[in-house]
């Protein structure tokens, strides 16, 4: 089978499940699992925004990063969840039509590279006790802010597409 046929099942499946046809039939339950979804965003953004502004120096110098880090992983992991079931939740109600949608595909893409450069090498670096030079912290830290406007712009042109 190939990867299109996989998806188009897999969308077909979310479609006609029973909590897509319960999102998708409620009046309000699309626009209240949308509040949780912006929810997490905006913790998810935070905690990103606050530990690479230390990671550039711009920001909270007075504290350590790993220490930093440390104190916002949960918030993010959190968040980081929060966001993906009710994401789902909300693919779910109209499958079908993200099947076919470009800027949904691109923001899948872009959240696939997020999460990955994020929870291995973004925090990797913001763990450690050990210094780098100035010109990777700002690399690492404006790859993650870049990535993740990504994943924000994609996400934002799903409903003009």
Known sequence: MSIPSLLMSFCQWADSSWFGHGVRDSIWLFPF???????????????????NLRLMGI??????????AKEVRWWMIGSTILMLVSGFLLFSSEAMKMYGNEAFRY??????????????????????DRTMAWPWRWLVALLSLG???????????????
Do not use: N
Request: proline share 2%.
């Open 147 to 161: 990535i993740w406007a990504c994943v924000g712009l994609a996400g934002r042109a799903i409903g003009y597409v």
């Open 107 to 128: 923001k899948m893409v872009f959240l696939a590279f997020a999460l990955l450069f994020t929870f291995t090498i973004h925090r990797r670096v913001t763990a450690s």
């Open 59 to 68: 920001a909270f110098r007075e504290d350590q990063l790993p220490a930093i």
């Open 33 to 51: 699992i949308e509040i949780f979804h912006l929810l997490g965003l905006g913790v998810l953004g935070g905690t990103i925004l606050m530990l």
